[in-house]
């Protein structure tokens, strides 16, 4: 939207012009009438693509992904109370992801405050929490000041997410003589050079160090730049909970994912390591276990921590030398460091191999429909930097242990563990990058959270492959069911409809599997398609973990 210098003009329209003069690109959102000023602002500007969601939730789930895929804030709208409540699941994986977000409100007229007025509520106290910002907007002069300072603030630092309310009366103001801010950028942070000769002689003076990267500011530049970085001297990186995109799996030096059912030498040899180099990872409680392969005092074991957010270092962990630094200013002067200090590790090389052992699926079928067998083909149909985006559920983790995430951005995946997440992240990035393939794997508890969201994709013409993974069960929670209560099931067996039926509702082309062989050849027939196209999975609840966990087994354990 272009305005002339000093343009009088609505508040709804100078909200707008200063979200196109930071970038914005594309709105997300489920349109309510406290906010209709900015709805008809939209449609005359072409800079800003609207998409409709079809709940908040699932609009809040786009704006978190979009965010992550372009390290920009992804943007969403939605109407106050049910709107806002739905939408704060999105607020709350963006803050515990530090992926950068902005929410936007619609509110009850300022006059009508504090009488607890049609959906009325304190949204500062309610996101305040779950946010790195929340506050309202009172005054239509000061919104280019507001807009620049939350995206300002969600990208600095820890990247997260802010939210705005916007007052349905101030939205409608007329003749605000204001002008849109400069577009703000993410303050370049480089590491201190003395930390950072103090990291290579611990380094060098080290045995069987190890690295954990990913997280907060983790974008393409760190990745380059770690990996040459890590190949020079052979340190072996392990990347956190679903952060498998930081480092291309295929580098000679990657050693595997943490988190839930991770590589057992892997455990091992992070907790072996005398020296572990954290860049970017907050070493949250999937990464490290519940704080058990890493404990926050880490006795035997020096920590290095390099982190965006000053306040994030020492927070949990006992660090014996922090480094405040962005991830990729960071990465990149340590791959230019080269006094000599280091003698190349054979580790990285061990370390590799150790993870291409376990990320080969086995040969033989255990199941009709044998999930490390159907990655097998998966990884032979499907392009090798397909973006795939999962939500919470034990389903994924064949897709952790076998897939190889070879592009960046490739895995969109909630480290918060927030059910439906999938299908809003795959119609994001699908948005985001229509030349690439891209998959939203589900379970069947989780499909049903947002499965609504296939009619925006369906609308908004994205193209991608959904695969439903069905065993009539919330397995996850069955599995820690019989661990803790062996044979005892309660809550977690679901009645499911016919997911391809619900695909083709929604225009989708959509075939249902039982065996391997149904699979590998719906597969094969899914990507001879454009659009939306969906794979239905009848498994065996017999098949509980990537990790090898049964029914059986546990009940007999």
Not at 197 to 205: H, K, Q, R, W, Y
Not at 283 to 311: F, K, N, R, S
């Amino acid at each position: 939207m272009k305005l002339p210098a000093k343009s009088p003009l609505t508040a709804a329209k100078l909200l707008v012009a200063c979200l196109a003069e930071q970038g914005c690109d594309r709105v997300f959102t489920v349109p309510g009438e406290s906010f209709l000023p900015v709805l008809d602002a939209l449609a005359d500007d072409d800079a800003i693509d609207v998409v409709t969601c079809r709940q908040e939730g699932g609009a809040a789930f786009m704006a978190c992904a979009d965010g992550a895929m372009r390290m920009q804030p992804g943007v969403a709208f939605v109407t106050r109370g049910p709107g806002a409540t739905n939408a704060s699941i999105g607020v709350h994986v963006a803050m515990q992801d530090s992926q950068p977000m902005i929410l936007f409100i619609g509110d009850v007229d300022r006059t009508m405050r504090d009488r607890e007025g049609f959906q009325e509520m304190d949204f500062a106290a309610f996101f305040g929490p779950i946010c790195k910002w929340a506050a309202r907007i009172d005054d239509p002069a000061r919104i280019p000041e507001y807009v620049a300072r939350a995206w300002s603030t969600a990208i600095a630092g820890r990247p997260g997410p802010v939210m705005l309310a916007l007052p349905e009366d101030m939205l409608h103001e007329a003749e605000v003589a204001a002008t849109p801010r400069p577009a703000v950028v993410r303050p370049a942070q480089p590491p201190c050079p003395d930390a950072l000769s103090a990291l290579m002689a611990m380094i060098g003076d080290a045995a069987a160090p190890v690295a954990i990267v990913g997280g907060a500011g983790w974008h393409e530049k760190a990745r380059t730049y770690f990996t040459q970085f890590a190949e020079r001297i052979g340190l072996p990186v392990a990347t956190a909970f679903r952060r498998q995109d930081a480092l291309p799996p295929s580098s000679s030096i990657y050693a595997g994912i943490l988190g839930y059912g991770p590589n057992p030498q892997l455990v091992s040899r992070i907790k072996d390591a005398d020296l572990v180099l954290v860049v970017g990872a907050r070493l949250g409680e999937a990464t490290t276990d519940g704080y058990t392969l890493i404990t926050p005092e880490h006795p035997g074991q020096v920590l290095v921590h390099v982190h965006p957010d000053p306040e994030e270092l020492g927070r949990v962990y006992r660090t014996d030398l922090a480094i405040c630094a962005d991830p990729a200013e960071f990465s990149e002067n340590a791959m230019l460091w080269d006094d000599g200090s280091i003698i190349t590790f054979d580790a990285g090389a061990l370390a590799h191999a150790e993870w291409r052992e376990w990320n080969t699926p086995r040969e033989e079928a255990l199941f009709p429909l044998d999930l490390a067998r159907a990655l097998a083909t998966a990884r032979e149909v499907l392009p090798a930097d397909s973006i795939i985006c999962n939500g919470a559920g034990n389903f994924s983790g064949w897709w952790h242990r076998y897939w190889p995430y070879a592009g960046f951005p490739s895995q969109l995946a909630p480290t918060a563990g927030a059910m439906g997440y999938g299908i809003p992240a795959a119609v994001a990035a699908a948005l985001r990058f229509p030349e690439r393939c891209v998959l939203a794997v589900c379970g069947d508890g989780d499909f049903l959270m947002n499965a609504q969201e296939l009619a925006t994709a369906a609308q908004h013409g994205a193209s991608l492959l959904v695969i439903v993974f069905d065993n009539s069960a919330y397995g996850t929670i069955r599995m820690h069911q019989e661990r803790e209560y062996p044979g005892r099931v309660s809550a977690t067996r679901l009645a499911n409809p016919d997911f391809a039926m619900m695909g083709r509702s929604y225009g989708a082309w959509a075939a249902t599997v039982s065996t391997n062989a149904e699979f590998d050849a719906a597969v094969k027939e899914a990507m001879r398609h454009d659009g939306l196209r969906l794979i239905h999975c009848l498994t065996d609840i017999e098949q509980l973990s990537a990790g090898g966990a049964t029914i059986s087994g546990l009940r007999g354990a």
